[in-house]
């Protein structure tokens, strides 16, 4: 069964500052999504990682991938108030068909950024 | 992006009825939808993958019989919460994929209250 964890689960950091979270996962896979979501909506797609790697940006964020230790970044970079949300990773099984698999979603990092 | 349109929002009703939630594809035909569940402060669970055409595939725990979901054209998927009781209070999310893709497109979600 394939698990994600997200670390930390809950974030309170102050604008201007960087921060990293964690995803990890217990199964092999190459596809990893990064999604956002306000309170009372639904998800946002932030970014998908689809190799060893693999790296994104947009704006202050940026993702990346390294499928040897299973584990996924979402790093912060100077914070600003608008970025406060929950962060999900999801990850897809290395054996699914591609594009066409359930995702399995971690924990949650809800994220607070204070002015 | 691609436009997935779900409704109702929000929806409260009474014990031992029955609630339709609707979740349309207005940008691309989709063959494949998924149903995911959200209990407050939670990550998302997903509940079935609905195929157009075919019966859906439920998750183990999921009551197939107590969640109907009907795919019966390509741009369309319907979730029931047949005898709804409190405990199915819950954010009902639904999510498409984009033919050729690899990015599930969520919609905004159905917040259900069941009194």
């Known amino acids: 069964e394939l698990k994600v964890e997200q670390n930390p689960l809950f974030l309170s950091m102050q604008e201007g500052k960087n921060y990293t979270i964690y995803c990890n996962y217990s199964t092999t896979s190459d596809r990893l999504y990064w999604y956002r979501q306000d309170p009372g909506k639904s998800l946002e797609s932030l970014f998908v990682?689809?190799?060893?790697?693999a790296v994104k940006q947009e704006g202050r964020l940026m993702a990346s991938l390294d499928t040897k230790a299973r584990l996924s970044t979402l790093h912060i970079t100077a914070a600003v108030h608008d970025l406060s949300a929950t962060y999900f990773c999801?990850?897809?099984?290395?054996?699914?068909?591609?594009?066409?698999?359930?995702?399995?979603f971690g924990t949650g990092t809800r994220l607070t950024i204070i002015p | 992006g691609a436009v997935v349109s779900q409704h109702p929002s929000w929806v409260i009703c009474k014990s031992g009825t029955s609630v339709k939630i609707e979740c349309r594809s207005l940008d691309f035909q989709a063959t494949t939808m998924f149903w995911y569940r959200q209990f407050p402060k939670q990550s998302l669970m997903l509940m079935a993958t609905s195929n157009e055409g075919s019966k859906a595939t439920y998750e183990q725990g999921v009551e197939k019989d107590k969640f109907l979901i009907n795919h019966a054209s390509l741009t369309l998927s319907t979730l029931t919460v047949t005898s709804a009781h409190p405990e199915d209070s819950s954010f009902y999310i639904c999510s498409q994929l984009v033919p050729g893709g690899n990015i599930q497109y969520f919609g905004a979600g159905t917040r259900l209250s069941v009194l």
């Open positions: 990682l689809l190799s060893n790697g």
């Open positions: 999801a990850v897809e099984p290395a054996t699914s068909n591609f594009g066409n698999e359930k995702l399995t």
